[in-house]
């Protein structure tokens, strides 16, 4: 057993009880502060659009700020309080929830509504991004081009509220999740920057480099494609293509050599949307989801299979 079921069990045996936010919270709706207002010095501000576009589960500082002129007219968030977004064109960014722990007071305006309460505000704030508020503010929705859950709705969302020690347990862990996640993105980015690296540098040395199209590099041997059905194969030894890789294999070839395979519509891609890249060197089929792509002459297919010696 984990940590947290541990605590459950000592804790609430009898389960987590589930609570309206309006029972142990009171929500202030914001009002005002366009992003007219919003300047480089003053006091702290969120505006609502930021909580989904520049903010994460928290935040110790703001990005933008107000005078104090303005800001005596704005709602106001304390250490500890949540700023939750009434107001989206989808589904998926209203109720987007930012737990405020900073050190200082600073304030909200429109389509946005500040939650006073008694819990961990981290923990309320990934509860908030959960599938389980999801479903719930779907039904609370209202709108089509614009979407909003208004304060009032809010407050009848129902919540699991275990001790405070368990919650702060589940953010702890929730916590090293997303830093994680964090590092990850950061190693992805670099593999891609060096992925960059390596075609620029390694395959296309920069000294006297000749860029060109793929169209004119290359010749497309797409018309000699042929699409096989599984009941019309007849086994054999040579590979059979398709979308995602080998197949099948099957007793006769139409290409000779080496072919850089990309995938040709919409379903053929790769989680990131790029075309799915196969690589096949010698006798091969090739059905048509497939484009066959080799180069045009002796220097090009050497550029093509250091390509795909990389790939």
């Given at each position: 057993m984990s940590r947290i079921d541990d605590l459950i069990q000592e804790l609430c045996p009898d389960g987590v009880q589930r609570r309206p936010l309006g029972e142990f919270a009171t929500l202030v709706r914001g009002n005002g502060m366009p992003e007219t207002d919003l300047v480089e010095e003053g006091v702290g501000a969120v505006h609502y659009g930021q909580i989904y576009t520049r903010y994460g589960v928290s935040a110790t500082e703001t990005f933008s700020f107000v005078s104090p002129e303005k800001a005596a007219k704005l709602a106001k968030a304390e250490p500890g309080d949540i700023i939750i977004t009434n107001t989206s064109e989808n589904i998926d960014d209203v109720g987007k929830a930012l737990a405020w722990v900073g050190?200082?007071?600073?304030?909200?305006?429109?389509?946005?509504?500040?939650?006073?309460?008694?819990?961990?505000?981290?923990?309320?704030?990934?509860?908030?991004?959960?599938?389980?508020?999801?479903?719930?503010?779907?039904?609370?929705?209202?709108?089509?081009?614009?979407?909003?859950?208004?304060?009032?709705?809010?407050?009848?969302?129902?919540?699991?509220?275990?001790?405070?020690?368990?919650?702060?347990?589940?953010?702890?862990?929730?916590?090293?999740?997303?830093?994680?996640?964090?590092?990850?993105?950061?190693?992805?980015?670099?593999?891609?920057?060096?992925?960059?690296?390596?075609?620029?540098?390694?395959?296309?040395?920069?000294?006297?480099?000749?860029?060109?199209?793929?169209?004119?590099?290359?010749?497309?041997?797409?018309?000699?494609?042929?699409?096989?059905?599984?009941?019309?194969?007849?086994?054999?030894?040579?590979?059979?293509?398709?979308?995602?890789?080998?197949?099948?294999?099957?007793?006769?070839?139409?290409?000779?050599?080496?072919?850089?395979?990309?995938?040709?519509?919409?379903?053929?891609?790769?989680?990131?949307?790029t075309p799915i890249l196969n690589w096949a060197t010698g006798k091969i089929w090739v059905n048509n989801r497939l484009f066959p792509v080799r180069g045009d002459g002796e220097r090009r297919v050497a550029d093509v299979e250091r390509l795909v010696a990389l790939l």
């Open positions: 050190d200082a007071v600073i304030v909200t305006g429109g389509h946005a509504t500040v939650i006073k309460h008694d819990q961990d505000s981290k923990f309320l704030a990934y509860w908030f991004a959960s599938a389980d508020f999801y479903a719930q503010k779907r039904k609370l929705a209202t709108g089509t081009k614009v979407i909003d859950v208004s304060a009032k709705q809010l407050a009848t969302v129902r919540i699991p509220v275990p001790p405070l020690e368990v919650q702060r347990e589940i953010v702890r862990v929730l916590d090293k999740f997303t830093q994680l996640e964090a590092e990850l993105e950061a190693e992805l980015e670099a593999r891609r920057a060096q992925y960059e690296h390596y075609l620029r540098s390694t395959v296309l040395p920069t000294a006297g480099i000749e860029w060109t199209t793929l169209g004119e590099a290359t010749l497309n041997y797409d018309r000699k494609r042929k699409p096989v059905t599984r009941s019309d194969r007849k086994g054999g030894e040579y590979p059979y293509y398709g979308a995602n890789g080998v197949q099948d294999y099957v007793h006769d070839f139409i290409f000779d050599g080496t072919f850089l395979l990309v995938g040709e519509d919409g379903s053929v891609k790769n989680a990131d949307g």
